[in-house]
T-cell receptor
Framework: DGGITQSPKYLFRKEGQNVTLSCEQNLNHDAMYWYRQDPGQGLRLIYYSQIVNDFQKGDIAEGYSVSREKKESFPLTVTSAQKNPTAFYLC?????????????FGQGTRLTVV | AQSVTQLGSHVSVSEGALVLLRCNYSSSVPPYLFWYVQYPNQGLQLLLKYTSAATLVKGINGFEAEFKKSETSFHLTKPSAHMSDAAEYFCAVSRNTGGFKTIFGAGTRLFVKA
């Protein structure tokens, strides 16, 4: 089955730790995205990538980093610089970066700071 | 600048009743508009999208939305609610000009009463 796989589903982080969230897609999509979801705030864009080896900051990139070394993979690292990382993180992809193309979402990773 | 406003963070209807979820947008250029649904602890799934073809757009699970330029609205409706429709719904707007930018609304949680 084609789709987007995020792992792990739940993740616990101690303060001061970096953690990496995995996102893999087998849809052969060029564009990939990371969103953060907090209750009552909708989705906010962290980073996006239109093509391999290229990525752009979104609205809330501070404290996060990404890489796009392979077309199918777009991991997100939440660094210790992110002061409030507890949230639901969603990875998405789309066939192109054009506005009329919809996004396909993974099942999400819930990150909790302990 | 683009923005999306979803009126009502929570909407409650009885099973069999009309579902109406409101979305208003602002965009300086013709927009593309989307409705997504999210079930608890899952990613978002596309319900329908408007891309400047027919103003009345039919989606999955019996939902439809009408693009009204004069009212800058894209409300989501379903004639008869089912218990399985209980979820959170997000309206989103994007465009091709001025670079990629998809903006999501804050979401409306739909409750369906038996």
């Amino acid at each position: 089955d084609g789709g987007i796989t995020q792992s792990p589903k739940y993740l616990f982080r101690k303060e001061g730790q970096n953690v990496t969230l995995s996102c893999e897609q087998n849809l052969n999509h060029d564009a990939m995205y990371w969103y953060r979801q907090d209750p009552g705030q909708g989705l906010r864009l962290i980073y996006y990538s239109q093509i391999v080896n290229d990525f752009q900051k979104g609205d809330i990139a501070e404290g996060y980093s990404v890489s796009r070394e392979k077309k199918e993979s777009f991991p997100l690292t939440v660094t210790s610089a992110q002061k409030n990382p507890t949230a639901f993180y969603l990875c998405a992809s789309s066939p192109s970066h054009r506005g009329e193309t919809e996004a396909f979402f993974g099942q999400g990773t819930r990150l909790t700071v302990v | 600048a683009q923005s999306v406003t979803q009126l009502g963070s929570h909407v409650s209807v009885s099973e069999g009743a009309l579902v109406l979820l409101r979305c208003n947008y602002s965009s300086s250029v013709p927009p593309y508009l989307f409705w997504y649904v999210q079930y608890p602890n899952q990613g978002l799934q596309l319900l329908l999208k408007y891309t400047s073809a027919a103003t009345l757009v039919k989606g999955i699970n019996g939902f439809e939305a009408e693009f009204k330029k004069s009212e800058t609205s894209f409300h989501l409706t379903k004639p008869s609610a089912h218990m399985s429709d209980a979820a959170e719904y997000f309206c989103a707007v994007s465009r091709n000009t001025g670079g990629f930018k998809t903006i999501f609304g804050a979401g409306t949680r739909l409750f369906v009463k038996a």
